[in-house]
């Protein structure tokens, strides 16, 4: 492992942040870490950085632990959330400025500071200062600045947060394209399950001071190992009970319920395709259609209980009251303790995957 | 109808602020001048000229360089402490930076005399220092003591214009810098002094026109007129003379203190003006 | 390999230690300490002597005159600074740019030079003096005098209180008073009073604060006469300064008692500043 955080706990007065953390991140990946608001992922980094102490626990760095090591020594980049430019200093300075407190030589300066403005594509703007700059450009700068130093990890909290929405799907790209032509070991806070199911290789999902999974998205998605987890990730609806469905009778009355959207299929009662399934099929009435730009969302009523399902754009037209066929393929059960997945028993031996 | 309601309004309330204005705040400048030269110019600057004004502008301008240069050190050292960090007590302490605003300027010039006055306990103390050192420093009833109580009064007055400009300003500039491994010199230099410039110099405008201006304090601390005495207590001592000269004489060396207040009151808006305008 | 540290939460940024020795140091050496000296000083008066000292009708009447006088000049300030804040923020017309940059002129100008002047101008030889006698009114060595003297010192406080806030209140808000029908008195009750109280309390208190420890702009004006009651209460410390016979026990209580009443006044308008921005900020 490269970056280790051991049994790390913080308190801020009677607030946990941090209960107990531990993770091992390898050298070049680009891990998120997501949670909710408030839920303590940024003191977690900014502990990693050395922005804050820990109350107990030890953070490991290529081996040595550095809790003792002052922030500036722990060969950290950090992206700050408001990307913290110095405001009275241009561009250029503002990448020059760790290289200078490092007492570099001028033309080396020079040289990596043109190298960083060239790798961020904003040649020609070195004598502007951050009010000058778009957020996007602003981001650009802030990431120049930090790995110009050449540190060994690159820490960036919340980096699309001050972004413009238009902007944030190019710039994590972007993102993502920098972090692998550098070669960095990099992790970054987010709150928003797309932007870290879409940027990172692995995720730690964080929930109030507790590491809740650790994992790649498919892994998280699939598989979701704690009750919070199985709700974060993905649009998900929470029934307390399957009371009438098919296929579901055996499901213990304490647990609840999650079903998403991909795990319902609704189709019209001459559709073919469906035809071995019909055992296990229910009777649903369209409540609503909602068109979300690339796809339909409907909602059924079925069995007195609401599933919401995605149609393709490239299917027949459906109507609100419309009658449909409904399937159930699967849910995940959840208590107090963990959360697993339950398939249709009536849909044993038939590959549902490969629809 | 409602518009013409609102346009009367309107002149009303303009009309009501133009009288309080002139009335209040331009009339007694004017009067100032115009009692200055009630003798003429000759005596106006005989008056400006005589040794205890000069003596007197001499120990204003003492006092007012020594206060501005000490809270300047302080309102930049304490807001710094006050903005960049997070510590217990922190709000104790910035209001008791901030005493000598909701005190009445006397009681500071009491308080000196009551530490180093002849009877006050730390007497002996300065005594020893004078007497290890072979001065002669008295802390009372001398320059060094207007200047103290002059220090005393405009205490906060830097500081609390800096301040709100740092607060305003966050930390992640200075976290930034010092993840980087800047030192604290290096980050104030840099990064911090950029943000507090205008706010500072606006702190030192008002800290100078209150320093020169001070009364109360330094009244009970100068005795000696020719000495010790400001530009404000040589005005009270023509004006307490009560004859129709000396009286005159008191307005012409107001006029000196109008004139720097005038300055002051310029620069002040200058550099509101240039701050608002650099405002990043 | 639990190792608990109970250290501060310690800040990345340097500084801290050296900054903190120095403001503290300082503000010690130039304000705590002298300060502590005068509470020292009052306690050398038994209760008795202190009691008689601050039952005696001169002082009791000269704590009358300063807070009277000052809580009249604050109220007035609050009217009129309210209204120059109004007519700076809102309108345009000849002169705004000098009347505004003139509002803080009595923190530039001398409170001694403001005394005198404002005395020689409203005596019986002055210009306003004059025309005021002719109506029947006195100004100067009068308690009036003395509320115009603190109405002078403390209304640049009311105005920069309020002015911020008015610029920041949004055109909309009224607008969308007006649209609802509201009359021009009711918006201003209702809409934008609310706004501004915590200010305006703010600039209250200061100037009332300034107010009940002014000397030098009030003693020329108040002629300090004990058989009218103009006497402040800074001029009977001063007095027990100055006077052949120095009185520093009484001198340090007096001041004490001020000193409590300044930061009781503070703290109460705190307070209520407190409760009127909790109303609008919800």
């Not at chain 2, 500071?108 to 730390?122: H, P, Q």
Request: net charge positive; glycine share 8%; charged share 20%.
């Amino acid at each position: 492992m490269y970056v280790e955080m051991k049994n790390i706990c913080k308190n801020f007065g009677s607030y946990e942040a941090a209960k107990n953390i531990n993770f091992g991140i390898e050298q070049g990946k680009l891990v998120a870490l997501l949670g909710p608001s408030g839920s303590g992922k940024t003191t977690i980094l900014r502990m990693l950085a050395g922005l804050e102490q820990q109350d107990s626990g030890d953070v490991v760095i290529e081996g040595k632990v550095v809790n003792d090591v002052a922030a500036s020594e722990r060969g950290i980049g950090f992206v700050f959330q408001n990307y913290a430019l110095f405001r009275y200093m241009t561009v250029y300075d503002n990448i020059a400025f760790g290289l200078k407190v490092q007492k570099m030589d001028k033309q080396k300066i020079h040289e990596r500071v043109t190298e960083m403005i060239a790798l961020i594509g904003l040649e020609g703007l070195e004598k502007r200062y951050p009010n000058q700059l778009s957020g996007g450009q602003r981001q650009r700068v802030a990431f120049a600045r930090a790995i110009a130093p050449k540190p060994q990890l690159l820490l960036l909290d919340e980096p699309f947060a001050a972004i413009d929405a238009k902007v944030r799907k190019e710039l994590r790209r972007w993102l993502k394209e920098m972090i692998q032509k550098v070669g960095i070991t990099s992790i970054f806070v987010t709150h928003d399950q797309e932007e870290a199911v879409e940027v990172a290789d692995d995720i730690i999902i964080i929930n109030e001071g507790r590491l809740e999974q650790m994992g790649s998205p498919i892994d998280i998605y699939k598989n979701p190992k704690t009750p919070f987890v199985a709700q974060f990730i993905g649009t998900s609806a929470i029934l307390d009970n399957l009371k009438g469905f098919k296929g579901y009778d055996d499901i213990p009355q304490d647990k609840k319920v999650i079903v998403r959207p991909e795990f319902v299929e609704a189709f019209k009662s001459d559709n073919k395709k469906f035809a071995n399934m019909m055992d296990a099929v229910e009777e649903g009435v369209i409540e609503s259609v909602v068109f979300r730009g690339s796809y339909l969302e409907l909602t059924l009523l079925v069995n007195h209980v609401r599933l919401t399902t995605n149609r393709s754009l490239e299917r027949r037209h459906v109507d609100i009251g419309e009658k449909m066929c409904v399937l159930l393929y699967r849910v995940y059960l959840f208590d107090d303790k963990g959360a697993e997945i339950r398939k249709n028993q009536l849909l044993k031996g038939i590959d549902v995957e490969a629809l | 109808m409602k518009e013409k309601n609102s346009k009367a309004v309107k002149w009303i309330l303009i009309g009501i602020s133009v009288i309080f204005f002139l009335l209040m705040l331009v009339l007694p400048l004017l009067e100032v001048i115009y009692r200055a030269l009630w003798d003429g110019i000759a005596s106006y600057q005989a008056a400006l000229t005589a040794p205890n004004t000069l003596s007197a502008l001499k120990v204003t301008l003492i006092a007012t360089v020594i206060a501005v240069a000490v809270n300047t050190v302080f309102g930049i050292i304490a807001s710094w402490l006050l903005t960049k960090f997070d510590f217990r007590g922190k709000n104790v302490l910035s209001t008791l930076i901030d005493i000598p605003f909701s005190i009445s300027p006397v009681i500071a010039g009491l308080a000196y005399i009551m530490t180093f006055g002849r009877t006050g306990w730390a007497k002996p103390l300065i005594d020893g220092i004078n007497d290890a050192l072979g001065t002669d420093i008295a802390l009372v009833f001398s320059v060094p003591a207007v200047v103290l109580a002059t220090i005393f009064v405009t205490f906060p007055f830097i500081s609390r214009e800096i301040i709100p400009i740092l607060y305003a300003q966050g930390r992640d500039e200075e976290e930034a810098a010092a993840m980087m491994g800047a030192s604290g010199f290096t980050i104030f230099r840099k990064i911090t002094f950029p943000h507090m410039k205008w706010g500072l110099l606006y702190g030192i405008i008002l800290c100078a026109a209150r320093a020169f201006g001070e009364f109360g304090a330094v009244y009970a601390v100068s005795k000696a007129r020719g000495k010790t005495f400001t530009l404000p207590l040589e005005i009270d001592a023509l004006y307490m003379a009560g004859s129709a000269d000396s009286i005159t004489q008191a307005f012409a060396v107001s006029s000196l203190l109008v004139g720097m207040a005038l300055i002051m009151l310029i620069l002040k808006n200058i550099v509101e003006y240039r701050g608002k305008r650099s405002d990043i | 390999m639990k190792q608990v540290q109970t250290k501060r939460k310690k800040s990345i940024i340097p500084g801290f230690g050296i900054s903190m020795g120095v403001s503290v140091t300082m503000l010690s050496l130039i304000i705590l300490i002298p300060l502590a000296s005068v509470l020292a000083y009052s306690f050398r008066l038994s209760g008795q002597e202190f009691l008689e000292l601050m039952t005696r009708p001169n002082v009791v009447r000269a704590f009358v005159t300063s807070i009277g006088c000052a809580l009249a000049a604050a109220v007035i300030n609050c009217i009129f600074g309210t209204i120059l804040a109004w007519v700076l923020v809102r309108y345009e017309f000849p002169g705004k740019r000098l009347m505004d940059g003139m509002i803080e002129l009595p923190f530039a100008l001398p409170t001694a030079v403001a005394g005198i002047t404002l005395t020689k101008m409203y005596s019986d030889t002055g210009f306003l003096g004059r025309a005021f006698e002719k109506i029947g009114i006195e100004i100067a060595y009068t308690k009036t005098g003395i509320v115009i003297a603190m109405v002078f010192i403390g209304i640049p406080f009311v105005v920069r209180a309020i002015q911020p806030v008015l610029e920041k209140l949004p055109a909309s808000y009224e607008e969308a008073a007006v649209m609802l029908g509201a009359s021009r008195f009711r918006i201003f009750w209702k809409v934008i009073f609310p706004e501004i109280a915590p200010a305006l309390w703010t600039g209250f208190g200061l100037a009332l604060a300034r107010g009940i420890g002014e000397y030098g702009s009030v003693i020329y004006i108040s002629g300090n006469s004990e058989k009218n009651g103009t006497q402040v209460v800074s001029y009977i410390i001063m007095q027990k300064l100055n006077s052949g016979n120095v009185d520093y026990e009484g001198a340090a209580a007096i001041a004490l008692v001020l000193l409590i009443i300044s930061f009781l006044m503070l703290f109460i308008i705190n307070m209520i500043q407190h409760i009127a921005s909790r109303r609008t900020n919800v």
